[in-house]
């Protein structure tokens, strides 16, 4: 079966929105144009996953290794030097991309996960105003990835506190309804995502910020999904309004595996104890006593993930000349035409909002009679790559009644001929199983 497709060209035409030049934005990146080994043509879906890497990323990381490698903050020649600034001078450029208030506020890590983990397990061992015990409480979301979810049981196990959560409604949001009954003075942690890695939805952040500082709650962000598809600039922020930590991986933000950041207020860095021991993060070691070094090194025991953040770098300077406001509006015409896509094909079902205004990029999906694994295999047959499966959010499915789903996710590179080839292979997978 083949579904009719429209020109790019002709589609842009209707589309607003769309990155002027999404073709040279294209050319940035060398694996979109790879041919499959049966022939085709990649049909990349899957950004949520883990984002493509425009060629000066990848230039940037091989230039590191050719000729500035060496240990940051330890060898003292020209090369260590050199590998140094590098290092220090990605701090700067994302400290810059999402608007941090101090560049010693942004602690480098291997990912988004082990960042909340660094706020989790800090918060487990914190004392004085910060310790947690039997009465108090951590307030997270149905639809969290696992990885904003395990962090906070573990930390509740070791403390005593209770764990809460925010449901979510049939459209898949937030269910605010019982925001003062959930959010009170028993709360020390408000912990949730920004956009939903399975639902989508963009999350009410400066509202439920609002509420949790009024009872002296910390807020920590999951901005995995966030900072890849819309401006952040935290110290353009209202401080009653503005997260006390922030997390986002850099393998979503076209940079490399192996980097993440956590941000967080500089104050409350100061008062939580160190993560991990070693190198680097201290200022004096005795036989009977350590003392830390300040913050952000107080946090980066051991050798660092130097070269990955020398792509990080690079990554979030690319996304800067884009501009995060050209990508927002990109990801929410090319959603609203995937959408749009997707409502066509009968017998499919989306979860979380079908408003491209309200959620980014990703777009889970059930196909009625097949299995999303047998879903995302017809399609990689014909090139079109999506995940299957839970999407590390299993308590969001449950939610709606499922085990797993399908998910498209769209990113700056993703043109309109690309959900064009989705809607056909989902028709095609229809006819291939004989539903609908």
């Known amino acids: 079966m083949s579904v009719t497709s429209t020109p790019d060209s002709q589609v842009a035409a209707g589309l607003s929105g769309l990155l002027p030049g999404l073709d040279l934005i294209r050319a940035d990146f060398p694996i979109l144009s790879r041919t499959l080994a049966d022939g085709k043509a990649l049909v990349y879906l899957d950004s949520a996953n883990t984002s493509q890497k425009p060629q000066v990323v990848i230039d940037a990381m091989v230039d590191h290794l050719e000729r500035h490698n060496a240990n940051v903050a330890r060898a003292m020649h020209q090369l260590g030097a050199e590998s140094t600034a590098a290092f220090e001078g990605a701090r700067d450029m994302v400290a810059a991309f999402i608007g941090a208030p101090s560049r010693d506020e942004v602690i480098f890590t291997k990912n988004a996960s082990e960042a909340l983990n660094l706020v989790a397990n800090t918060f487990a061992?914190?004392?004085?105003?910060l310790q947690l015990g039997a009465?108090?409480?951590?307030?997270?979301?149905?639809?969290?990835?696992?990885?904003?979810?395990?962090?906070?049981?573990?930390?509740?196990?070791?403390t005593g506190a209770?764990?809460?959560?925010?449901?979510?409604?049939?459209?898949?949001?937030?269910?605010?309804?019982?925001?003062?009954?959930?959010?009170?003075?028993?709360t020390k942690i408000v912990s949730l995502t920004w956009v939903s890695n399975a639902l989508g939805t963009v999350n009410p952040i400066a509202a439920i910020a609002r509420r949790a500082h009024e009872v002296g709650a910390v807020v920590v962000v999951d901005a995995a999904q966030a900072v890849p598809q819309m401006p952040v600039d935290l110290a353009a922020m209202d401080d009653v309004e503005r997260p006390d930590f922030l997390a986002f991986t850099g393998h979503k933000v076209t940079g490399p595996t192996g980097i993440g950041v956590l941000w967080g207020r500089g104050s409350l860095l100061e008062q939580l104890p160190p993560f991990l021991g070693g190198g680097e993060m201290i200022a004096t070691v005795s036989m009977e006593k350590s003392t830390y070094a300040p913050i952000p090194h107080k946090f980066e025991a051991g050798t660092p993930p130097i070269v990955e953040a020398?792509?990080?770098?690079?990554?979030?300077?690319?996304?800067?000349?884009?501009?995060?406001?050209?990508?927002?509006?990109?990801?929410?015409?090319?959603?609203?035409?995937?959408?749009?896509?997707?409502?066509?094909?009968?017998?499919?079902?989306?979860?979380?909002?079908?408003?491209?205004?309200?959620?980014?990029?990703a777009i889970s999906f059930e196909l009625d009679?097949?299995?999303?694994?047998?879903?995302?295999?017809?399609?990689?047959?014909?090139?079109?790559?999506?995940?299957?499966?839970?999407?590390?959010?299993?308590?969001?499915?449950k939610r709606f009644g499922v085990q797993s789903s399908t998910r498209m996710s769209s990113y700056?590179?993703?043109?309109?001929?690309?959900?064009?080839a989705l809607v056909e292979g989902l028709e095609y997978t229809k006819h291939y199983f004989k539903v609908g």
């Open 125 to 129: 061992w914190a004392r004085g105003d």
């Open 310 to 361: 020398v792509g990080l770098g690079a990554a979030v300077d690319y996304l800067a000349a884009v501009g995060m406001d050209a990508v927002r509006a990109h990801e929410e015409a090319i959603t609203g035409y995937a959408l749009a896509g997707l409502g066509s094909v009968s017998g499919l079902t989306i979860l979380g909002p079908t408003d491209a205004a309200l959620r980014g990029g």
């Open 369 to 397: 009679g097949v299995h999303p694994h047998d879903v995302a295999q017809v399609l990689d047959s014909r090139g079109v790559a999506v995940r299957a499966g839970h999407h590390c959010a299993k308590p969001a499915h």
């Open 162 to 186: 209770t764990l809460r959560w925010f449901s979510v409604t049939d459209d898949g949001l937030l269910d605010l309804s019982r925001l003062d009954q959930l959010i009170t003075e028993r």
């Open 135 to 158: 009465g108090d409480e951590v307030v997270i979301t149905e639809m969290e990835h696992h990885s904003n979810i395990v962090p906070w049981q573990l930390l509740t196990e070791r």
């Open 412 to 420: 700056l590179y993703t043109k309109p001929a690309e959900i064009d």
